[in-house]
């Protein structure tokens, strides 16, 4: 019997093909996908369907410029990415705060530059870091990984250079008692 | 900062225009100084550039540049290249429209059913609104 072994990047490659991942691509024109954001089903749904509420579709646009600033590898600020308590889950969340209302677009790192988001939530249904549902969106990214990934686990780290080139130095993280 | 230092003073060195020793005369510094600055980077100073460029007879010039400015990658992640994009799925989509083809019979947008709709929208926004006529033509 031969083994095969089998890296992550080879799991993403089968996952694109699949369709239970898809490359986010960078729309405007000139660019390319310098990084690469990788979206689960549940963002790929919220950024590809079409809603009859104007202003959503206009939020979701927004939303998705936001995505694309990782995707093109613009530089990378603490404000627009953060790394979730406890550290060790890795769960991280690129903020879109503007128009609101605010989406956290949760995610994980499978490589440096190669982020994962997993599941989205609104920032005003969330409440306190140590409320439910913060803990809900945070089990659901790990799941999602898990259902991705399994048995890979994802890049578990507090230096932002380590999992993202390009990053403004800051503080990226907050310990918590 | 230090590459850009280094890389001039090899080209300098190069044509023979300069030594570490001749630098180290016109600052009144010790050559192993000058030697240590050019080997490694350090928290240079602005007065040692400064000097350090001015015994080579040039100065540095300081220019901001927006991000916004920069010039766009021209290559794209690695992990990307033959990834399906969204093309891929207008396409897959037709070839999926292609083998129900006996459900649908007239390919016209009258003809299609709510549920084809749903399918484009699923699928993609470009798709939701091409006809199915227009999607199967781009199939090879």
Not at chain 2, 7 to 22: D, R
Request: glycine share 4%.
């Amino acid at each position: 019997m031969r083994l095969t072994y089998m890296s992550i990047h080879d799991v993403i490659r089968w996952r694109l093909q699949e369709r239970r991942l898809f490359a986010l691509r960078p729309l405007a024109a000139g660019t390319s996908a310098r990084r690469c954001m990788l979206l689960a089903e549940d963002v790929w749904s919220l950024l590809n369907t079409t809603h009859e509420d104007q202003e959503l579709e206009e939020r979701i646009g927004f939303l998705q410029a936001d995505l694309e600033v990782f995707a093109e590898g613009q530089p990378i600020h603490p404000k627009y990415l953060f790394l979730l308590y406890p550290v060790e889950d890795a769960v991280w969340e690129i903020r879109s705060v503007r128009p609101a209302p605010s989406i956290r677009v949760l995610g994980l790192f499978a490589d440096k530059d190669v982020f994962v988001a997993t599941n989205y939530a609104l920032r005003e249904e969330l409440g306190g870091w140590q409320s439910r549902e913060w803990k809900q969106v945070k089990r659901r990214a790990r799941a999602v990984w898990s259902s991705l990934f399994h048995p890979y686990p994802p890049m578990v780290s507090t230096d932002v250079n380590q999992l993202v080139s390009g990053a403004i130095n800051g503080k990226y993280f907050k310990e918590r008692a | 900062m230090f590459t850009a230092i280094a890389e001039f003073f090899a080209e300098e060195a190069e044509k023979g225009a300069i030594t570490k020793k001749t630098i180290a005369e016109m600052l009144g510094k010790d050559p192993a100084q000058v030697t240590r600055w050019l080997a490694a980077p350090s928290n240079f100073e602005l007065d040692t550039i400064s000097d350090l460029l001015l015994a080579m007879g040039a100065e540095m010039d300081y220019r901001i540049v927006r991000f916004s400015e920069r010039p766009a990658p021209n290559y794209i992640h690695p992990l990307l290249v033959g990834a399906p994009d969204l093309d891929d799925s207008r396409v897959s989509f037709a070839v999926e429209l292609k083998s129900e083809d006996t459900k649908i019979r007239k390919l016209t947008p009258e003809a299609e059913t709510t549920s084809d709709k749903k399918i484009r929208k699923k699928i993609t926004p470009e798709a939701a609104t091409t006809s199915s006529a227009e999607l199967l033509e781009r199939v090879p």
